[in-house]
Every structure is written in structure tokens, then in C-alpha cells.
């Protein structure tokens, strides 16, 4: 298989997984509030703010390798 391929397998593959650490993310913030941990839950939402980055940045770099200008660069 193409390695350009391989790459974007393995993108789909991590913005999935990053979506499904979100929910588990938000699921122990909304746990640690009902113990009346508010400092942990703020933590875990700050944990899913840069998920959500990491999602975006891994779309982003799917994007590029699926891209019309993916074409230009290849040498």
C-alpha cells in the first residue's frame, strides 16, 4: 500500500478515537462534578478543549493529503 494511504488510514483512525476519548472525557467531568470534584471536572474540560485541537489538527492534515492540491505535491 501507497504510504500516502497508510497516512490517511491512520488519521481516520486517530480522529476517531479522539472523538471517543472526548465522550469518556466528558463523561468522568460530569461524574467528578456529581462528587462535587469541580477543579478535576474543570481540568477534564480543559482536557477535551485540546482534544478538540488535536482532532482539528488531524483533520486538517487528512485534508491536506486528500486535497486537489495533494496532487501538486507530489515530486
Do not use: F
Not at 15 to 34: Q, T
Not at 55 to 64: D, M, N, V
Request: negative net charge.
Amino acid at each position: 500500500m501507497d504510504p500516502v494511504e497508510k497516512a490517511k488510514i491512520r488519521l481516520r483512525e486517530w480522529i476517531h478515537h479522539a472523538e471517543h476519548h472526548m465522550e469518556d472525557y466528558e463523561k468522568l467531568a460530569r461524574e467528578l462534578e456529581g462528587l462535587g470534584k469541580r477543579e478535576s471536572a474543570q481540568e477534564m474540560r480543559r482536557v477535551i478543549e485540546l482534544a478538540a485541537q488535536q482532532k482539528t489538527s488531524l483533520g486538517r492534515a487528512l485534508e491536506a493529503l486528500e486535497g486537489p492540491e495533494a496532487e501538486g505535491e507530489r515530486v
